[in-house]
């Protein structure tokens, strides 16, 4: 399977400027022959609580109905991320839809960040979702997941590769990377996180440092356009390398369960 990841710089709020600019990937992307194209987290908005002015109503968001119509018009699969109305709150949410349009799955964050209040205008998530897509098992999770192992290894029992999109700041990206790459080599599978660039509202600052890291958590190797970098990753390769050294086989699940 061919994947884009692409290091959005999202300007502050403005749903139209860069749904324009996703628009210009994705159309690179289709010429690529990628199958799949993934942006951060809020994608149209950045990392915003104003939710009074970023949330959607999920029947009819503008957000999943534009990036439908592209999925479609370029006949590729796209993961964003958008704000979701819920009560008087609102679900921080993780959407792919097929190269047809299709909504095939919807993953709401499970762990607000609770240093920025984020818990105080959005409602957690309470369930997991592994999505079919080209011969891949897809588990999806949002930026501050990451640092949740329980969550990685539950995904890990059904898929080949997990996807984590985000907004996490510079001042704190070697957690990032590192946390990547321990989610991929405990879990012997593929972890792709997406992270944006740039600078947003309150002054934090973004890197570039989108990557995948296979289940030896080596860092692959990637084609580059402007802030895209596009994969190829293969399930044979994980089969074949836990034909050799697979520790996931000696996980003690129920001992876990009593401990923890």
Known sequence: MKIALVSLNQAWEDKKTNLDLCEKYI???SGENVN????PEMTLTGFSINIGSTAEDFENSQTIQSFS???KQF??????????KENNKALNRSIFVDNKGTILGKYTKTHPFSFSGEGKYFNAGTELTVISFNDFNIGLTICYD???PELYSALSK???LVINIANWPKNRVDHWATLLKARAIENQIFIAGVNRTGKDENGLEYIESSNIFN???ERLEFDEYEDMKIYEINTNWTEE???KFNTTNDRKIDFYKEIL
């Open 241 to 243: 390398f836990k034909t």
């Open 36 to 39: 799949l194209i993934v942006f």
């Open 27 to 29: 159309q690179k992307s």
């Open 215 to 217: 289940a030896n958590g």
């Open 75 to 84: 006949n590729i699969g796209i993961i964003f991320g958008v704000v979701i």
């Open 146 to 148: 990451l640092r949740f």
């Open 158 to 160: 059904k898929s080949d």
């Open 69 to 71: 119509l592209l999925a």
